[in-house]
């Protein structure tokens, strides 16, 4: 159960055997895709891509291939159909759950999270059953293993940058801002020495609620299959840790 409500595999799998690699890169490659078609391939003025590039980048994705997914968000070069989209559930113990992905067949990635879910005790619910529960906010991870800074002076750095609030994972501060806010938060931070793991848009649960230990179980094991999903990029819960 890794973050508040953030199950993020990806900083987990730097190490991760080729065929993990290989999913790995086809999910940025989507994520890739989908922000240059909706803002053009220029990482200058479109932050969102930048962010993704720099994502990339950072699990050592090779540039020809992220080159590669810019072309076909743009055009320049044919590609899948791809689409984003957002199913809501419930998992084991209650737990709500915003799943994020991107498909080339809608039905298709419906039916196949619908099957995950139902077999590892979660149901996927209507749209807006759940959603009301988060917030949209932008997401910085700072690994402050990486910083000579103390934490207190890492959360003052980041409300004074402009976050609306901070969390931990072990290590990792996660920094919480507006949706405008986000692109000048992280400037921010980068300006005064602190250089972010990733920075993206999220959902944040207004409110956590404890889970035994054996539906915390079922939940990882929940994600894990859900994470092996081609088509699925992020997973949200309100489960605390």
């Known amino acids: 159960m890794s973050g508040h409500s ?26 890739i895709t989908i922000a240059a078609r909706e803002g053009g391939g220029d990482i200058t003025f479109n932050s969102k891509l930048r962010m993704m590039v720099d994502k990339a980048k950072s699990l050592n994705m090779p540039m020809e291939n992220i080159e590669r997914s810019i072309k076909k968000g743009t055009g320049e070069i044919e590609g899948e159909q791809l689409e984003p989209i957002i199913i809501e559930a419930y998992g084991p113990g209650g737990v709500s759950l915003i799943i994020e992905g991107i498909t080339d067949n809608k039905n ?33 991870e700072i690994d402050t293993s990486k910083s000579d800074k103390t934490k207190d002076d ?14 931990w994972d072990n290590e990792t501060l996660e920094v919480h801002t507006n949706l405008e806010d986000l692109e000048k938060v992280r400037k921010a931070l980068e ?18 609620i404890e889970i035994g230990e054996k539906d915390k179980e079922n939940c990882q ?4 299959a859900l994470d092996e999903n081609d088509a699925v990029q992020e997973i949200y819960s309100n489960a605390k840790e």
């Open 6 to 31: 953030h199950w993020a595999s990806i900083k987990h799998k730097k190490g991760a055997a080729d065929a993990k690699r290989s999913k790995l890169f086809s999910k940025l490659a989507r994520e």
């Open 108 to 140: 298709r990635t419906l039916g196949e999270v619908k099957k995950i879910l139902n077999e590892r005790g979660g149901k996927m619910v209507a749209e807006g059953a759940v959603k009301w529960m988060f917030d949209r906010k932008g997401i910085i």
């Open 154 to 167: 890492l959360e003052m750095l980041a409300i004074e940058s402009g976050a609306v609030d901070t969390s």
């Open 191 to 208: 300006e005064a020495g602190i250089q972010a793991e990733s920075a993206s848009l999220g959902w944040i649960a207004k409110e956590n």
């Open 221 to 224: 094991k929940l994600f894990e």
